[in-house]
């Protein structure tokens, strides 16, 4: 374990995730949903943060996440104000997982759609992580900032892990995807898609 920052010095940090500054005066750019599907276009991976809550372990599904330092060694996440893990991720650790494109039932699960499949919980670290995901990093967490309607949670890795033959669930234009396979005759063949 990295140091770890705690209440006092995270409360502090978290005052930066301010509400939005009362700008009503600047015009919208345009339609929001048209913005949305406009970024809809940069297709990402998708991880679920998961974290422990009394004695219950929630997730939440995310596709904002991006590296952002190797020393320290911080991540960030975008998440909604409205979110009800982003007062938990503030304050306590968590664990990225990122999933695999056999997870898709995952990813749904912790986006509000509850699935059947039991959660294949692992507790070796501070945070709960989901089992047979590609990879996964535990953090503790070290800035809030504000993000407009979301607020930027920046993570500090204390631990991480990998498969070496997972492949990535992916998601573009409110779809979900995979990697397309080579095949071997050399040229590219099925990428999965389906919508969210
Ligand atoms: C593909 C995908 C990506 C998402 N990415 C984010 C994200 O980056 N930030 C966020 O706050 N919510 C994101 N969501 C929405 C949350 O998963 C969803 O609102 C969830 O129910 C919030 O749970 P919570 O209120 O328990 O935190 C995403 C959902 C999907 C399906």
């Not at 009362?22 to 599907?37: H, M, V, Y």
């Not at 940069?42 to 997730?59: I, K, N, R, W």
């Not at 990813?107 to 959660?119: D, E, T």
């Amino acid at each position: 374990m990295t140091d770890v920052m705690w209440d006092a010095e995270i409360y502090e940090k978290a005052a930066d995730a301010r509400p939005p500054a009362s700008d009503t005066a600047l015009p919208p750019i345009c339609d929001p949903r048209q913005l949305r599907n406009t970024l809809g276009n940069f297709a990402t991976g998708v991880v679920v943060l998961t974290y422990q809550a009394g004695e219950d372990f929630y997730g939440v599904t995310v596709n904002s996440f991006t590296s952002v330092s190797l020393d320290p060694p911080l991540v960030l996440v975008s998440m909604q104000r409205t979110s009800r893990a982003l007062a938990y991720l503030l304050e306590r650790p968590f664990a990225v997982n990122v999933l695999g494109d056999n997870q898709l039932d995952t990813a749904l699960h912790f986006a509000g759609k509850p699935q059947s499949r039991p959660v294949d919980w692992v507790t070796d670290g501070p945070a709960p992580r989901i089992g047979g995901s590609p990879a996964y990093l535990q953090c503790t967490p070290w800035a809030g900032y504000d993000g407009g309607d979301h607020v930027l949670v920046l993570g500090r890795v204390t631990a991480y892990g990998q498969q070496d033959d997972a492949r990535p669930l992916l998601f573009y234009r409110g779809q979900w995807s995979a990697l397309a396979q080579e095949s071997e005759d050399g040229t590219a063949n099925g990428a999965r898609s389906e919508r969210s």
